[in-house]
């Protein structure tokens, strides 16, 4: 069985530019997760979906990021005008109801 | 405020020595998740509990099946290769999203 694969692994910017990371969750997963790890923390929610529904993005920064997940399988997250402080690793996650939680390797990004 | 408090923050550990981990919840949790983060960033997971207690090898893990409270993780006979930073994550009761703690950081030394 596939992992969840995530893409970009690296990404460097300078500030204002945009970004935009892949996840594509392990097949018949309906619940995914996206995460921001800034260097030494731990991960911290920034949106999750059930199916293409979005369930909490409530500590998602709405102005500059967005998530989607249109068919309920790949979600992309998007950073626009990128800043200094959104440098981190976006950890993509996914399981199913009940059952353990998998991560992808993660899409590190610097912004300069 | 936090959810998860995670401790202690960071441990050494000589080789064949053993030692706990524990993360304590603010509220009810459904199930809770340990994991080990290597050195490429990768989140490996250890444990999926939804109480009582697993064990693998040299690692055991308990939820608290009462109050769903707290869990531990245990390290029997530390080797060098369990450095890491080891991290719990509590689903809470009723959601799907899952609370990080802060991390311990483990060193195993010869």
């Known amino acids: 069985e596939a992992g969840v694969t995530q893409s970009p692994r690296y990404a460097v910017l300078q500030e204002g530019q945009a970004v935009s990371f892949w996840c594509d969750p392990i097949?018949?997963?309906?619940?995914l997760y996206w995460y921001q790890q800034p260097r030494d923390q731990g991960p911290q929610l920034l949106v999750y979906f059930r199916d293409e529904a979005v369930i909490d993005n409530s500590q998602l920064p709405s102005d500059r990021f967005s998530a989607v997940r249109p068919k309920g399988t790949n979600s992309t997250l998007k950073i626009q005008s990128a800043k200094q402080g959104d440098t981190a690793t976006y950890l993509c996650?996914?399981?199913?109801?009940?059952?353990?939680?998998?991560f992808g390797e993660g899409s590190r990004l610097i912004v300069v | 405020g936090d959810q998860v408090e995670q401790s202690p923050s960071a441990l050494s550990l000589h080789e064949g020595t053993d030692s706990a981990l524990r993360c304590n919840f603010t509220?009810?949790?459904?199930?809770v998740q340990w994991f080990r983060q290597n050195s490429r960033g990768s989140l490996i997971s250890l444990f999926y509990?939804?109480?009582?207690t697993k064990e693998n090898g040299r690692l055991k893990s308990a939820f608290d099946s009462k109050e769903r409270r707290y869990s531990t993780l245990h390290i029997r006979d530390a080797q060098l290769e369990d450095s890491g930073t080891y991290f719990c994550a509590a689903e809470a009761a009723g959601y799907q999203n899952f609370y990080f703690g802060k991390g311990t950081s483990l060193t195993v030394i010869p």
């Open positions: 509990l939804a109480s009582g």
């Open positions: 996650a996914s399981h199913r109801v009940g059952n353990t939680l998998y």
């Open positions: 509220t009810t949790m459904r199930s």
């Open positions: 097949s018949g997963h309906d619940t």
